[in-house]
């Protein structure tokens, strides 16, 4: 492999400390003992880590958004493996176009989304409702795993398939022997950006929650518009730590190369 | 009754024959080679047989059974991949054993049986290994045991030996005939490359366009080709232009512009017709003593032996000389070229050209 020269160091550097900085920054000040958004120079103090757990409101969105999110990765997932199956593998008519259906939440902005359905829902009579906050995260997701079981799809063997109908396994035998286990990195990586992309989401939902379904962001939201103090700091360290953990967990199960990127 | 045979099958892509009237009986226990180059329909023809692509019309008979409509699991064929298809994410053993699993064949015998196939393909040792721990030749031979250990009344091999390095490819040639005669296995093997039809198959037969040009044993085959095409694309040839004055008893053939008149007793159409001889059977000789004097052109060495093109009044002429004594002569030298007669094939000029 080609080395980098100093400049080119420099410059990967300085990116990287980017887009670190302000992560490392928040981590930071999230032990701070002091009242306000300062670095702990001189101490250190869990009080506002204590302050999160002991706030009702924070816990009961944190297991809101926890719920939502695997409910909505896990959904979108079952949707996206036959729609995957059918893109790839079926000549029929709506082929581009439901290609195209399951890509537009990425294109059609949050806040449109949010409208629409804030619209629809009190249309419906069903604003609140968690199950409907939980379609709509699907909905958003669906991209995100739709395109890593895709590309798992097309860049799988089909003749591992073929191999087995000839020694004699039938479709569903095929499917789950398989297919199956070719296409868990694609859909595990896919169910896990769902995941993350749901826990993140707060553009749409600040519109689709009530009060008794508030996501986590949205609470951020909402008390960051309020005050400022080292509590969200606290929260947003906390965050960063369950999103790191997924990822080490993931990535000694599975490697984070083979799901992101592809490689065998 | 045959124990394979292919009746009339087609394949139609839209207007396009990928494959028209193919017909085919094959004997138990026989080594036949589908040869043709890309496109020719000798894949689909396999994929017919294995049951993964559908005849448009004909029909396929395993013995007294009529197998045209079965969906793969129930042919129950040995189908060997040109990527080979193994399970990434399944051992060696694991591989192997799959076919006897749908079998539903117990423990204690599917690990004895694939402990036995294994050792048939020198991979007893391997056996914990993953795919993607192999190397190609290992990763083929896995592929003929997977293959092989469901004990399937016929073996399909699609191109089994192009993915793999020249020298390797030899070996497994030999290798793969030694395994289909241990095992008696009749055999169906896809290839476009002519050296590994002949050196291992009982019949080869030629495909062109989706159509079967000729069937035969290798050695009649090479030397008795059909047409000009199988006789360049088996083997290398010269052809000649010549004119043939029909008789009772054969044809005179008159080579052109050489004044060189011999018996012939092929019987192509026509007058004007081409005559084909392989490098391999003309030899050279001081420039007086030869049917016909020429000029070397170009000279190759190739180790074993040496190609001489010599440019003569009947055109230019390849000569495989043996790499045995003396080296031939040098470009710009004159020569001339001996041959039998008996050993010059008269064909329709241009047929299938």
């Given at each position: 492999m080609q080395r980098n020269g100093p400049v080119a160091l420099i410059f990967h550097s300085l990116v990287v400390a980017f887009m670190l900085a302000p992560m490392v920054v928040v981590c930071l000040v999230?032990?701070?003992?002091?009242?306000?958004?300062?670095?702990?120079w001189n101490s250190l103090s869990l009080r506002w880590f204590e302050a999160v757990f002991e706030h009702a409101d924070f816990m009961a969105s944190f297991w809101n958004s926890v719920r939502l999110a695997l409910l909505s990765a896990t959904i979108s997932t079952f949707l996206a493996v036959p729609a995957a199956l059918a893109i790839t593998r079926y000549e029929f008519r709506g082929r581009d176009a439901l290609n195209a259906l399951f890509l537009s939440p990425l294109i059609i902005p949050h806040l449109v989304l949010g409208v629409a359905f804030l619209r629809l829902f009190s249309l419906m009579g069903a604003t609140g409702s968690f199950a409907w906050l939980v379609a709509t995260h699907a909905i958003v997701v669906s991209p995100y795993t739709l395109r890593l079981i895709l590309a798992s799809l097309t860049s799988m063997d089909r003749n591992a398939e073929n191999a087995a109908r000839t020694l004699g396994a039938g479709e569903w035998t095929v499917f789950c022997r398989i297919t199956m286990p070719l296409l868990l990195p694609g859909i595990s990586g896919g169910w896990l950006l769902a995941f993350i992309n749901s826990f993140d989401e707060l553009t749409m939902s600040i519109f689709v929650t009530s009060p008794s379904t508030v996501t986590l962001p949205v609470r951020m939201y909402m008390y960051a518009s309020e005050s400022i103090d080292p509590m969200m700091a606290a929260v947003s360290a906390l965050m960063i730590a369950v999103a790191t953990v997924t990822m080490i967990v993931l990535d000694r199960m599975f490697g984070l190369d083979r799901l992101l990127v592809g490689k065998g | 009754m045959s124990f394979l045979s292919v009746r009339n099958v087609s394949k139609y892509y839209g207007p396009v024959a990928?494959?028209?009237?193919f017909g085919l009986d094959v004997e138990k226990g026989e080594f036949i080679s589908l040869l043709g180059?890309?496109?020719?329909?000798k894949t689909t023809t396999l994929q017919m047989v294995a049951g993964l692509v559908r005849p448009s019309a004909g029909t396929i008979m395993m013995g007294e059974r009529?197998?045209?409509?079965?969906?793969p699991p129930q042919r129950e064929l040995g189908v060997v991949f040109q990527s080979y298809?193994?399970?990434?994410?399944?051992t060696v053993a694991e591989n192997v054993s799959f076919g006897l699993e749908m079998r539903k064949v117990a423990k204690a015998e599917r690990d004895r049986r694939v402990k036995d196939i294994l050792a048939l393909v020198h991979l007893l040792a391997l056996a914990?290994?993953?795919?993607?721990?192999?190397?190609g030749g290992q990763r083929q031979r896995v592929a003929i045991a997977r293959a092989l250990v469901i004990n399937p009344p016929v073996l399909l091999l699609d191109?089994?030996?192009?993915?793999?390095?020249a020298q390797l490819r030899e070996e497994m040639q030999f290798e793969l005939r030694r395994i289909q005669q241990v095992v008696g296995i009749t055999t169906i093997m896809v290839t476009h490359d002519q050296s590994e039809a002949l050196s291992i198959s009982d019949r080869v037969v030629v495909m062109e366009q989706g159509r079967i040009t000729q069937v035969d044993t290798p050695y009649e085959l090479y030397e008795r080709p059909r047409n000009p095409f199988i006789s360049s694309f088996v083997g290398k040839s010269n052809f000649l232009a010549a004119t043939a004055e029909h008789h009772a008893g054969g044809a005179t053939i008159s080579i052109g512009n050489t004044g060189i008149t011999f018996q012939a007793n092929d019987r192509p159409k026509g007058k004007h017709v081409s005559v084909f001889i392989r490098p391999e059977k003309l030899r050279l000789t001081a420039p007086s003593e030869g049917q016909i004097e020429g000029t070397v052109t170009s000279r190759y060495f190739m180790g074993n032996q040496w190609l001489v093109s010599a440019k003569t009044p009947a055109g230019t002429l390849s000569v495989a000389v043996q790499n045995f004594g003396a080296p031939p002569p040098p470009i710009g030298e004159k020569v001339g070229l001996v041959w039998r007669n008996d050993d010059c094939r008269v064909l329709a000029a241009g047929a299938a050209e």
């Open positions: 999230a032990f701070t003992p002091e009242n306000t958004l300062t670095m702990p | 990928a494959v028209d009237s180059p890309s496109g020719c329909g009529d197998i045209t409509h079965l969906p298809a193994l399970f990434p994410h399944m914990d290994r993953y795919p993607r721990e192999m190397s191109e089994p030996l192009s993915n793999l390095d």
